[in-house]
Antibody, heavy 120, light 110 residues
Framework: QLQLQESGPGLVKPSETLSLTCTVSGDSISSSDYYWGWIRQPPGKGLEWIASMFYRGSTYYNASLKSRVTVFVDTTRNQFSLDLSSVTATDAAVYYC????????????WGQGTLVTVSS | QSVLTQPPSVSGTPGQRVTISCSGSTSNIGRKPVDWYQQLPGTAPKLLIYGNDRRPSGVPDRFSASKSDTSASLAISGLQSEDEADYYCATWDDNLNGPVFGGGTKLTVV
C-alpha cells in the first residue's frame, strides 16, 4: 500500500527558506508515470497546489509561487522535496505531499500533512 | 480567491439529501474530469469521487457526483453525522497547468 510522509521543521523564520521532504513507501518513486506534488492549506482556509514533479525532471509550478519554489526528486532515497524561499507569514500552512498523473487532479494518496509556522 | 466556486457552507438533517455545487470555466471543468475530496476535521483530504462520478473502493454509494458543461455537483444522500466535513472539488486547469480547487464547502449535520 502506497504511503506518503512529510517531514521538516515546523518553525521557519521570516525571509528564510522552508524545506520539506516527502518519503514514499510501498512503491518506487520512479516505477510509474505519476507526478509527485505538494499542496498547502493555510489555517482555516482552502487547498492550494504548489508544484508537481516527475522523477525524470519534468516540473510544473503554481505561477504565483514559481519564483520562490524549488522541487526535486531523490530516487535513491525514494523521496521528493520542496524548498520555498523568502517565506512570510502568508506561507504558514499545513503542507501535504501527494501523487497524481499529468493532466489529472485525482490526488491519491495524501500524506498526513505537516504544519509549518513562520515566526521569528 | 479560488479558481473553482463552491458555496461556503451547506447543512442538513440526518437522513436528508444535500448537494454541493462547483462552478468553473472552459479551461478547467469544461475540459477535464472533476474530483471531490472529503476533509474530516484535523485530517488530510481524502479522495471521495474521481473522474466526475466514480467512487474509490470503500466510499459508500450514498456519495454521488455529476458534471455538466462547466459545473459539477456532489450529492450526499442518507446524511449521517459522520459526514460532517469540508468538501472540495478539483480539476486540472489547462491554462494554469496544474490542479485547481474550489474554496471548500463546510457540511454541517444539524
Amino acid at each position: 500500500q502506497l504511503q506518503l510522509q512529510e517531514s521538516g521543521p515546523g518553525l521557519v523564520k521570516p525571509s528564510e527558506t522552508l524545506s520539506l521532504t516527502c518519503t514514499v513507501s510501498g512503491d518506487s518513486i520512479s516505477s510509474s508515470d505519476y507526478y509527485w506534488g505538494w499542496i498547502r492549506q493555510p489555517p482555516g482556509k482552502g487547498l492550494e497546489w504548489i508544484a508537481s514533479m516527475f522523477y525524470r525532471g519534468s516540473t510544473y509550478y503554481n505561477a504565483s509561487l514559481k519564483s520562490r519554489v524549488t522541487v526535486f526528486v531523490d530516487t535513491t532515497r525514494n523521496q521528493f522535496s520542496l524548498d520555498l524561499s523568502s517565506v512570510t507569514a502568508t506561507d504558514a500552512a499545513v503542507y501535504y505531499c501527494t501523487r497524481h498523473r499529468l493532466g489529472s487532479s485525482r490526488l491519491d494518496p495524501w500524506g498526513q500533512g505537516t504544519l509549518v509556522t513562520v515566526s521569528s | 480567491q479560488s479558481v473553482l466556486t463552491q458555496p461556503p457552507s451547506v447543512s442538513g438533517t440526518p437522513g436528508q439529501r444535500v448537494t454541493i455545487s462547483c462552478s468553473g470555466s472552459t479551461s478547467n471543468i469544461g475540459r477535464k474530469p472533476v474530483d471531490w475530496y472529503q476533509q474530516l476535521p484535523g485530517t488530510a483530504p481524502k479522495l471521495l469521487i474521481y473522474g466526475n462520478d466514480r467512487r474509490p473502493s470503500g466510499v459508500p454509494d450514498r456519495f454521488s457526483a455529476s458534471k455538466s458543461d462547466t459545473s459539477a455537483s456532489l450529492a450526499i444522500s442518507g446524511l449521517q453525522s459522520e459526514d460532517e466535513a469540508d468538501y472540495y472539488c478539483a480539476t486540472w486547469d489547462d491554462n494554469l497547468n496544474g490542479p485547481v480547487f474550489g474554496g471548500g464547502t463546510k457540511l454541517t449535520v444539524v
